[in-house]
C-alpha cells in the first residue's frame, strides 16, 4: 500500500481538462511544499513535469499544472492530448527521517 | 544533455544479490544525490534511498535497512544499487534518478534512467 493515495485511472476526451488527486498526511503533503509529479510512458524515460508543487521544468508544457490544498496535491492536465495517455505518479518529501514517499500512480486513459 | 543508462536486465534465484549499474553523464556527477527508485507490478513506485556522490553518504528506507548497498565509481561517474536477500517481492524495475542544477528540483527527480528490470524467479 502506497504512502499517497490517488485513483487507479481517470479519463477524459481530447480537449477536456482531467484532475489527478495526491492524498498524503500533515507529515508529508501538508507540510512541506516538496511535492513532484511523474509521467510514466511505456517503453520511455520517466518525465518530471511538476515540482516544489506548481513548478513545471523548462521543457513541459504549460498544460500541465499543480496545486496544493491541505494535504491533497493535484495535477491538472488541460487541453487532453492523445499523447497524454499514461501512468502519473506523485511523490513528496516526507521529512529527513523518511525521505521521499509515492503515491501508487493514476492510469490517464484519453478517450 | 544529461543522461543516466542503466545496466540490462536480470534474472535472479530467490536468496540471490543483484547489481545495478547507473552511468551518469552531461552534468556533474559528483553534485547531486543519486536516488533509487523501484516500481513493482500492482505496488506503484518505491523510493528506496539516496547517495551523495562525492562523499558517498548513503540514507536508505528502512525497509531495505540490510539489504541495500549503494555505492560509486566516481573515476567513471557510476552508481550503484546491490540489493541481497532477493525474493519475488523484490521482482521490479529498478530506477536511478537525479538532477541536474542547485537551488532547483529540491527532493524531486529530474533524470531518470531507463530502468533495469530484475526478475527474481526459482
Known amino acids: 500500500q502506497s504512502a499517497l493515495t490517488q485513483p487507479a485511472a481517470v479519463s477524459g476526451s481530447p480537449g477536456q481538462s482531467i484532475t489527478i488527486s495526491c492524498t498524503g498526511t500533515s507529515s508529508d503533503v501538508g507540510t512541506y511544499d516538496l511535492v513532484s509529479w511523474y509521467q510514466f510512458h511505456p517503453g520511455k524515460v520517466p518525465k518530471l513535469i511538476i515540482y516544489e508543487g506548481s513548478k513545471r521544468p523548462s521543457g513541459v508544457s504549460n498544460r500541465f499544472s499543480g496545486s496544493k490544498s491541505g494535504n491533497t496535491a493535484s495535477l491538472t492536465i488541460s487541453g487532453l492530448q492523445a499523447d497524454d495517455e499514461a501512468d502519473y505518479y506523485c511523490c513528496a518529501y516526507a521529512g529527513r527521517n523518511i525521505g521521499a514517499v509515492f503515491g501508487g500512480g493514476t492510469k490517464l486513459t484519453v478517450l | 544533455q544529461a543522461q543516466l543508462v542503466q545496466s540490462g536486465a536480470e534474472v535472479k534465484k530467490p536468496g540471490a544479490s543483484v547489481r545495478v549499474s547507473c552511468k551518469a553523464s552531461?552534468?556533474?556527477?559528483?553534485?547531486?544525490?543519486m536516488h533509487w527508485v523501484r516500481r513493482a507490478p500492482g505496488r506503484g513506485l518505491e523510493w528506496m534511498g539516496l547517495m551523495y556522490p562525492d562523499s558517498g553518504n548513503t540514507k536508505y528506507v528502512q525497509k531495505f535497512q540490510g539489504r541495500v548497498t549503494m555505492t560509486r565509481d566516481t573515476s567513471i561517474t557510476t552508481a550503484y544499487m546491490e540489493l541481497s536477500g532477493l525474493t519475488s517481492d523484490d521482482t521490479a524495475v529498478y530506477y536511478c534518478?537525479?538532477?541536474?542544477?542547485?537551488?532547483?528540483?529540491?527532493?524531486?527527480?529530474?533524470?531518470w534512467g531507463q530502468g533495469t528490470m530484475v526478475i527474481v524467479s526459482s
Open positions: 534518478a537525479s538532477k541536474t542544477a542547485a537551488n532547483e528540483y529540491d527532493w524531486a527527480f529530474e533524470i
Open positions: 552531461g552534468y556533474t556527477f559528483t553534485g547531486y544525490h
